[in-house]
């Protein structure tokens, strides 16, 4: 068994045992990969790090190693976009596991999540942090900002600039593997152990009771990995 140790605001670290996985893979694609994506968003969650998601354009590849991520549980989730139900903004959260939700934040960052989950419940995985492992130049290119290669992707909005992300690719199809933006995951198979630990804890920049670790603590990331964005706590806005 593989361990998992969690740890958040609040509470004492602790290791919770995991199913192992395997060395030896193969890879998920099409109606496999959105077979594997239609479970709940905090089982999907932990397993998507170490996944590659990657983008083709006219200028070259990129390709981000997911080393952070958050769940976030439709309407049973106070931290979801998809909380108070359906809206314009969020239509993309109901439809079928495999697509990827792009929002825009702060009146300047692009953001993307990952649709999991039964089609109709809004559950999603927000791609927090990751090391591009291909097409650093270009990468670097589209975040001149960037002070060293780790920092590329250290952060959500800072992913989806690397990697290109705009409002245009709300609603993409990640399951075929050979599309310009795809998922690359691996099914284990065989016995094996985790190559790397998780850590879980608060999510970031959530107030309220959905930034509550306790109840919700759907932030994961690998453990010790230098590209994990550094925690921060939801302020609660006054009206």
Known sequence: MARYRSSWLGATSRTIRLSSVSNTSVPL????????????????????????????????????????????????????????GRTPRNEVMFGEAGHLYVYFTYGMHF????????????????????EVIEGVELAQARR??????????RGPARLASSLGLVREHNGTDLTERD????????????????????????????????????????RFWIEGDVTV???????????
Request: aromatic share 6%.
């Open 229 to 239: 964005s550094k925690y921060r706590a939801g302020v609660t806005r006054r009206r």
């Open 29 to 84: 694609s099409g109606s496999l990969l959105r077979q594997w994506l239609s479970r709940p968003a905090i089982e999907v969650a932990p397993d998507l790090l170490g996944c590659v998601i990657r983008r083709t354009s006219d200028d070259g590849p990129v390709a981000v190693r997911l080393t952070e991520v958050e769940a976030y549980m439709g309407s049973d989730d106070p931290g979801s976009h998809a909380y108070r």
């Open 179 to 218: 599309g310009s933006l795809s998922l690359e995951v691996w099914q284990a198979t065989g016995n094996g152990q985790r190559p790397h630990e998780v850590a879980t804890g608060p999510r970031v920049g959530v107030a309220g009771p959905g930034g509550d670790g306790t109840h919700f603590p759907w």
């Open 111 to 130: 953001c993307a999540n990952v649709v999991c989950g039964v089609e109709g419940t809004a559950t999603a995985v927000l791609l927090r942090a990751g």
């Open 144 to 153: 001149p900002a960037a002070r060293t290669p780790r920092d590329l992707a």
